[in-house]
C-alpha cells in the first residue's frame, strides 16, 4: 500500500510525522534514534509492523504486541536508556488481519534528549534521523534556560551601563507613551522597575539592553547584530560582498535606532495623514518591519556563536535569528501567547510601545507584509535558528507603474545615460563605460550602477567576468 492508503487506515492520528518500522519480532535498535530526533524537533508516531520500500508500504505486524508494547513503552519511562523520562501515547490497529502499534513521541520540554550518552543526540530532518552536531546540542543545553537566560545577574555595578542610551529611552518613552506611570520616577527606580538592576548589580538583559559595548563583550566577546546591503539578488550575482555594512553599536537598544531608518530606506512609504492632519508613518507594512526587527532583537540567542543579522537584497530582506522557537510557528500563532527567549528584553521593548503585549506579533508580520506586496514572509525555523524572508519586489501592474514613476524622477541624466548604453552594450565592464560616456569616472559608474541595482532597475546577471548587464526597466 501506499503512504496514502496507510494513514487512511490510521484515520484517528494526525499524521505530522511518522517512521515506520518492521519490528516483527523485537524492537529494532534504530527505533532509539527515532524516538530521540522525534523528542528533539517536533514530535512523531512511530509504528511497529509495517515495512517501507521506497514509496511502497507492506503490513508485516508485530508477532507478541503486547510484550513489545510493554518493553517499548518501560524502556522510555524507566531512565536507565534515556536521559529524561519519556511518555508516549500508544495505539493498536488490526489491519490485514494483523497487529500494528502506534507510539506518539512527544517534544520533550528537557533536551537534549539522548540514550545512552549525549553523542547519541538525534533531531528530524527531511530526509529522516540525523546525529546532531556539538553546535546544535549546545544550543538545547541552552534552551533549557529558556525564558530565564536574561534574568540572570552579572557581576557589573550599574556603572557598566551606557547613560546615553539610558537618557534616550526615557526621552523616547515620554514621546510614544507619555501616560506610562515610569516617566515620574528617578533613573534608579526605572532600572529597578525593568529590571536592569537586581540586588545592586546589573542583569544579563539590561546589560545587553543598556550596557558599555566593551563590558557586554566581557561576557560576550564577540557581541554584536550584522546588518548588510547587498547590492544583487543573491550573494551569488552580487558585485561586491556588500555596499554598507554597519558599525558596531553599544548596546541592542542603540542597534536598533541605528537600523530601524535604514530599513525604511528600503521600502515605499506613501505619504498619509492621521484625522489630525497630521503626516504618520504608520502603515501595516511598516509596522510588519518594525515588528520583524524587534522579534529579532528580542527572541535571539544572543550567546550562541552564530549572531543576529539582517541582510538586505535588491528583492528581499533576510532576518537571521540564532535560537529555535519554543513551539512550532502554526501553536504560537493559534494560541496568541507570548514565550519569549528575553522577556525582560521583551518588556523594556513593550513599555517603549515596539512590541506587542500578546503573542509573537507573527500575524502583524504576516497580514502586514502581504499589504505591501503580493506575498507572505516566509519563515525557515529549526532547532538552533530562526530565518524570515521579506520579498520586496511588487508584481502587480499597478504597482509596478508606481515604482516606475517614483524611480523615474529620482533618476539622475547621467544614470539614463548608463541605462541607454548597456541596453545596445550589455557586457560592458565599468571601464568602458566611463570611457564611453562623459564626465563620469569609473568609481562614478560603480555607484551610479549600484544605485540603479537597489532601485530594481538593472540586474547582473552571471558572474563579473562573462556576465551581462539586464535591463528591467528602461527610463
Known amino acids: ?88 501515547i500508544c495505539r493498536k490497529y488490526e489491519i490485514e488481519s494483523k497487529t500494528v502499534l502506534a507510539f506518539y513521541i512527544r517534544v520533550s520540554a528537557q533536551k537534549p534528549v539522548y540514550y545512552n550518552n549525549v553523542k547519541n543526540t538525534f533531531i528530524r530532518t527531511a530526509s529522516g534521523d540525523q546525529r546532531a552536531t556539538q553546535a546544535e546540542i549546545d544550543a538545547m543545553y541552552r534552551d533549557q534556560a529558556f525564558g530565564t537566560k536574561d534574568r540572570e545577574l552579572t557581576t557589573n555595578a550599574p556603572d557598566a551601563l551606557d547613560q546615553r542610551s539610558i537618557e534616550r529611552y526615557r526621552n523616547y ?43 557586554i563583550e566581557e561576557m560576550i566577546a564577540d557581541f554584536r547584530i550584522d546588518y548588510l546591503e547587498i547590492p544583487g539578488t543573491s550573494l551569488d550575482d552580487a558585485e561586491e560582498r556588500y555596499s554598507f555594512r554597519l558599525d558596531q553599536q553599544q548596546n541592542i537598544f542603540e542597534y536598533y535606532f541605528a537600523i530601524y531608518p535604514r530599513l525604511l530606506q528600503k521600502i515605499d512609504i506613501p505619504f498619509k495623514m492621521t484625522a489630525e492632519g497630521m503626516a504618520t508613518e504608520e502603515q ?43 513551539k512550532d510557528l502554526n501553536d504560537l500563532r493559534k494560541a496568541d501567547i507570548s514565550q519569549p527567549r528575553n522577556p525582560l528584553i521583551a518588556k523594556m521593548f513593550r513599555v517603549i510601545k515596539l512590541a506587542e503585549t500578546a503573542g509573537y506579533g507573527f500575524d502583524k508580520i504576516f497580514k502586514g507584509w502581504s499589504t505591501y506586496v503580493d506575498d507572505i514572509p516566509i519563515y525557515i525555523s529549526r532547532l538552533d535558528y530562526v530565518d524570515l524572508k521579506m520579498t520586496t519586489q511588487k508584481t502587480t501592474q499597478k504597482t509596478t507603474q508606481k515604482t516606475t514613476q517614483k524611480t523615474t524622477q529620482k533618476t539622475t541624466q547621467k544614470q539614463q545615460e548608463i541605462i541607454d548604453f548597456l541596453i545596445k552594450y550589455p557586457k560592458a565592464s565599468r571601464k568602458e563605460i566611463s570611457e564611453k560616456l562623459d564626465n563620469i569616472t569609473e568609481d562614478g559608474v560603480k555607484y551610479n550602477l549600484r544605485v540603479l541595482q537597489e532601485r530594481g532597475l538593472i540586474k547582473r546577471v552571471g558572474p563579473d567576468k562573462g556576465g551581462y548587464w539586464e535591463v528591467i526597466e528602461k527610463i
Open 1 to 88: 500500500m501506499t503512504k496514502e492508503d496507510l494513514i487512511k487506515r490510521l484515520q484517528d492520528i494526525e499524521w505530522d510525522d511518522f517512521e515506520v518500522k518492521k519490528a516483527e519480532k523485537s524492537i529494532p535498535k534504530n527505533s532509539w534514534e527515532t524516538v530521540s530526533a522525534f523528542a528533539n524537533t517536533g514530535g512523531g508516531w512511530l509504528v511497529f509492523g509495517v515495512f517501507q520500500q521506497k514509496e511502497k508500504y507492506t503490513i508485516y505486524g508485530v508477532v507478541d504486541p503486547e510484550k513489545i508494547e510493554q518493553s517499548f513503552i518501560t524502556t522510555l519511562r524507566s531512565n536507565q536508556k534515556f536521559n529524561v523520562r519519556i511518555d508516549p
Open 173 to 215: 518613552l515620554a514621546t510614544t507613551n507619555p501616560s506610562h506611570p515610569y516617566n515620574l520616577i528617578s533613573d534608579d527606580d526605572l532600572l529597578q522597575k525593568l529590571q536592569v538592576i537586581k540586588e545592586g548589580k546589573v542583569t544579563v538583559a539590561g546589560l545587553l539592553f543598556f550596557g558599555q559595548a566593551e563590558k
Open 284 to 326: 501595516p507594512h511598516v509596522q510588519a518591519l518594525r515588528e520583524a526587527l524587534v522579534n529579532m532583537l528580542m527572541h535571539a540567542d544572543y550567546f550562541s556563536t552564530s549572531k543576529p543579522r539582517i541582510r538586505i537584497f535588491l528583492d528581499h530582506i533576510e532576518f537571521y535569528n540564532p535560537g529555535g522557537l519554543p
